[in-house]
């Protein structure tokens, strides 16, 4: 499966973006998605995730209550609408897909997009 990133940007410290990943799988809803997220010098991160049917998301404590995972899956797209922003949030922003059994927790990611770049100003 191939996966597109898009709707990054430079944005103020309490400002909101909204990230955007299309899918080519054929059977979108086959893959539990997620967003990880990768900061200069630090390792990569899990910060949310959710079920292939929509109906089951997790957060990492860093990001809970400021960002919302969703999915449509008519449109083979992920979303993660991300509020609050501060700049610790400053990351390249990955998307991945599982075809893994997974219903809580961080996801495990078998596909990687490209990322998007993220930028917080303070």
């Known amino acids: 499966v191939q996966l597109v990133e898009s709707g990054g940007g430079l944005v103020q410290a309490g400002g909101s973006l909204r990230l955007s990943c299309a899918a080519s799988?054929?059977?979108?809803?086959?893959?539990?998605m997620g967003w990880f997220r990768q900061a200069p010098g630090k390792e990569r991160e899990f910060v949310a995730a959710?079920?292939?049917?929509?109906?089951?998301?997790y957060y990492a404590d860093s990001v809970k209550g400021r960002f919302t995972i969703s999915r449509d899956n008519a449109k083979n797209t992920v979303y993660l609408q991300m509020n609050s922003l501060k700049p610790e949030d400053t990351a390249l922003y990955y998307c991945?897909?599982?075809?893994?059994?997974?219903?809580?927790?961080?996801?495990?990611?078998?596909?990687w997009g490209q990322g998007t770049q993220v930028t917080v100003s303070s």
């Open positions: 991945a897909a599982s075809i893994q059994y997974w219903q809580y927790g961080p996801l495990k990611a078998d596909y």
């Open positions: 799988a054929r059977t979108f809803t086959s893959y539990n």
């Open positions: 959710i079920r292939w049917t929509g109906g089951s998301t």
